[in-house]
C-alpha cells in the first residue's frame, strides 16, 4: 500500500458543494432498519455532546480543507502570525454563527460552516493577482501559467492576499444581510420546485468528488478504511440497539432507552479509529501550509484587527458578489433539506430570510476576525444529520459552543490539523453521498416522464457540470480589460450550484407546465405537500412553532417597522394561535418513519427538568 505525496499544485480548483433539495422520504420497507424512528424530547446530555462532536469533525474537515486549498494557492511566502490562529477564528465565527442561526434564524439544527461556495472566489481573487507567463511548448497552442519562479515579479505577501479575501467575505455578508432583511429569500423560496432543488442538490454531490478524491489519493488506505467503517457503521449496524440508562431524570413512567449507537455515532467511531491507527503508523502530519515555526497560545480572543483590517477593494466587492449569490443558494437549500429530513413542513418566508440575514451577520464577522472564509449552511453537516438519522437544536447549539471553544484556544484547534488528509477526504466523501442521494431520490415527486421536466433536469446538471471544468482548463483565461469584472464573471461561471439553481430556477418557471407535472401537487409551490398531507393535526402544528421565533424576541415584532416585519411571524401562521414558545427541547430528533409522537407522559417527564 504505498502513498503518495500530497501536491498542493493538483488543489487549485474547487467544486461547490452545497445545493438545493428536499424531498418527501419513502416509507421504510423494512421495520428494523429504522426501529428507533423518535426520541422523545432531546437526547441526554451525554449523547448530545458526543453528536455535537461528531459536528465539529465535519466542520473541521471543511475547515482545514478550504484553508488548505487557499493557501496553497498564494504565492511563496507565509504569514506573520500562526495558520491555527486563522483557523481558530474560523472556528470561533462559525460557533457564534451556528448559535444565533439555531436560536433567532431559521431556527432549524443548522451547524454554520465556512461553504466552499466562499472558496470559489476566493481562490479566483487570489491566482488573479499573481503574474501570468506565456508558454509555448513546441507548436502547440498559446498557454498561460502562474509564474510562481524567482524572476516573477508582484509577488505580494500572504497578509496582503488574506485581507483582499477578507474584505470579500465583508461584503459577502452585508448583501447576504441585505437581502434577508429585504424578505428576498422568502419571495423567491416558494418558486423553487423540484425541478430547481433536485438538480443542485446532485450538481453539489458531484462536484466536489475530484477534490474528495485528491486529499483520499494521499493514502488511499486510510481513506478507504475510513468510508468502510462509516458505511458499516451507518448502515450495516445501524439497527443493533443498545439499552442505555437515561443520563437524567424522566417521570417514572419513562424507560431505558434503546440507542442505535453505532448509527448515531458512525462518524465519530471511524474517525477517531482510523486517527490513532495513523499516528501509531506514523501517518498524522500537518500539512506545511498549516503548520506554524512557533507554538500556538493556548488562549487567544479573537478580536476584529487582531492582524490587519480586511481590504475593500472593486475587486473584493465583485469576489463578495459572487459569495454572497452562491451561499445564498445553497444555503436555502439546505433549509429544505433539513426541514424534510426532520419531517418538518417547508420552512416559511420568514425563516428564510432571518435565516439569510444571520448568515450575512456570520460572515461579517468572519471577514471583521481575519477569516478568509465566511460562515453559511453547511451540506456536509446536514449530510451527517441524514447519514446517523437524528438531529436536535439542542446538538447543534453545543456544537456551536465547542467550536467557540475551540476558537478561543489555538493551540486545540491546531490539533484538528493533525487528522491526515485522507480522513477528512473519506468524511465529506461519504457525506456528500447523503446529499448526492437526496437529489436522486427528489426526482420522484415531478412527472420524469415528461419531455419539458427531462430536458430540464438534463440541462441543468450538465451545464452547471460543463461550465467549470470549461472554465478551468481553458488554455487562455479571458478577459474584458477590467479586472473587478473578469473575477466576478470567472467566479459565478465557475460556481456548480450556482448555475445549476440559476438556470433550474429560469426553466421551471418560463417554461409551460402543469402543477402536477412540476411536482407541486394541489397548486402548492413545495414538494413537501405530499409530506404535509400524512402529518396529523398536531405534529404538523408543533412542528410549525420551530420556525417561530423565541417567545421573547417575538413579542418585540410590533416594534419593529414595516420594511422588516418580513422577518416576523404572519399573525395566521399555524402554532401562533397557542402563543406559547417552541423550546429547542420539544423538537423532533429522528427523521425515517416518524410517524407516532412521544407519549405525553415521556414528554411530561423531559419538560419537568426545565
Avoid at 113 to 142: D, H, R, W
Avoid at 343 to 353: I, K, M, Q, R, V
Amino acid at each position: 500500500m504505498s502513498r503518495s505525496p500530497f501536491n498542493p499544485n493538483q488543489l487549485q480548483s474547487v467544486g461547490s458543494q452545497d445545493a438545493l433539495a428536499p424531498l418527501p422520504p419513502p416509507a421504510p420497507q423494512n421495520p428494523s432498519t429504522h426501529s428507533w424512528d423518535r426520541l422523545c424530547g432531546s437526547p441526554a446530555w451525554g449523547l448530545s455532546c458526543l453528536l455535537a462532536l461528531q459536528h465539529v469533525l465535519v466542520m473541521a474537515s471543511l475547515l482545514c480543507v478550504s484553508h488548505l486549498l487557499l493557501l496553497c494557492s498564494l504565492s511563496p511566502g507565509g504569514l506573520s502570525y500562526s495558520p491555527s490562529q486563522l483557523l481558530a477564528s474560523s472556528f470561533f465565527s462559525c460557533g457564534v454563527s451556528t448559535i444565533l442561526q439555531t436560536w433567532m434564524g431559521s431556527r432549524l439544527p443548522l451547524v454554520q460552516a465556512p461553504s466552499l461556495e466562499f472558496l470559489i472566489p476566493a481562490l479566483v481573487l487570489t491566482s488573479q493577482k499573481l503574474p501570468l507567463a506565456i508558454q509555448t511548448p513546441g507548436n502547440s497552442s498559446l498557454m498561460m501559467h502562474l509564474c510562481r519562479g524567482p524572476s516573477c515579479h508582484g509577488q505580494r505577501h500572504w497578509n496582503t492576499s488574506l485581507q483582499e479575501v477578507s474584505g470579500a467575505v465583508v461584503v459577502s455578508g452585508l448583501l447576504q444581510g441585505t437581502m434577508g432583511l429585504l424578505g428576498s429569500p422568502g419571495r423567491v423560496f416558494p418558486h423553487c420546485g423540484p425541478l430547481v432543488l433536485a438538480p443542485s442538490l446532485v450538481v453539489a454531490g458531484l462536484s466536489a468528488h475530484r477534490e474528495v478524491a485528491q486529499f483520499c489519493s494521499a493514502h488511499w488506505g486510510l481513506a478507504l478504511l475510513v468510508v468502510l467503517l462509516m458505511v458499516v457503521c451507518s448502515q450495516h449496524l445501524g439497527s443493533c440497539q443498545f439499552h442505555v440508562c437515561p443520563w437524567r431524570r424522566a417521570s417514572a413512567s419513562s424507560t431505558h432507552t434503546p440507542l442505535p449507537a453505532f448509527r448515531l455515532l458512525s462518524v465519530l467511531i471511524p474517525v477517531a479509529c482510523v486517527w490513532i491507527v495513523s499516528a501509531f503508523l506514523g501517518f498524522s502530519v500537518i500539512p506545511q501550509e498549516l503548520s506554524a515555526p512557533t507554538k500556538a497560545p493556548w488562549i487567544w480572543l479573537p478580536h476584529p484587527g487582531e492582524w490587519n483590517w480586511p481590504l475593500l477593494t472593486p475587486r473584493a466587492l465583485a469576489a463578495g458578489i459572487s459569495m454572497a449569490l452562491a451561499a445564498s443558494t445553497s444555503s436555502l437549500g439546505c433549509y429544505a433539506l433539513c426541514g424534510r429530513l426532520l419531517h418538518l413542513p417547508p420552512p416559511p418566508p420568514h425563516a428564510c430570510s432571518r435565516g439569510l440575514s444571520l448568515e450575512g451577520l456570520g460572515s461579517v464577522l468572519a471577514g471583521l476576525l481575519g477569516s478568509p472564509m465566511g460562515t453559511a449552511s453547511s451540506f456536509p453537516n446536514v449530510g451527517k444529520v441524514g447519514l446517523i438519522q437524528a438531529g436536535s437544536q439542542q446538538v447543534a447549539h453545543l456544537a456551536g459552543l465547542l467550536c467557540m471553544g475551540l476558537g478561543l484556544s489555538p493551540r486545540l484547534a491546531q490539533l484538528l490539523t493533525t487528522i491526515p488528509l485522507p480522513v477528512l477526504g473519506g468524511v465529506l466523501g461519504v457525506t456528500q453521498a447523503v446529499v448526492l442521494s437526496a437529489g436522486f431520490s427528489s426526482f420522484y415527486v415531478a412527472d420524469i416522464d415528461s419531455g419539458r421536466n427531462i430536458f430540464i433536469v438534463g440541462f441543468s446538471i450538465f451545464m452547471a457540470l460543463l461550465l467549470p471544468r470549461w472554465f478551468r482548463e481553458a488554455p487562455v483565461l479571458f478577459s474584458t480589460g477590467w479586472s473587478p469584472l473578469d473575477v466576478l464573471l470567472h467566479s459565478l461561471l465557475t460556481q456548480p450550484i450556482f448555475l445549476a439553481g440559476l438556470s433550474g430556477f429560469l426553466l421551471e418557471n418560463t417554461i409551460p407546465g402543469t402543477q402536477l407535472e412540476r411536482g407541486l401537487g394541489q397548486g402548492l409551490p413545495s414538494l413537501f405537500t405530499a409530506q404535509e398531507a400524512r402529518m396529523p393535526q398536531k405534529p404538523r402544528e408543533k412542528a410549525a412553532q420551530v420556525y417561530r421565533l423565541p417567545f421573547p424576541i417575538q413579542n418585540l415584532c410590533p416594534c419593529i417597522p414595516q420594511p422588516l416585519r418580513c422577518l416576523c411571524p404572519l399573525p395566521e401562521d399555524p402554532g401562533d394561535e397557542e402563543g406559547g414558545s417552541s423550546e429547542p427541547e420539544e423538537m423532533a430528533d429522528l427523521l425515517p418513519g416518524s410517524g407516532e409522537p412521544c407519549p405525553e407522559s415521556s414528554r411530561e417527564g423531559f419538560r419537568s427538568q426545565k
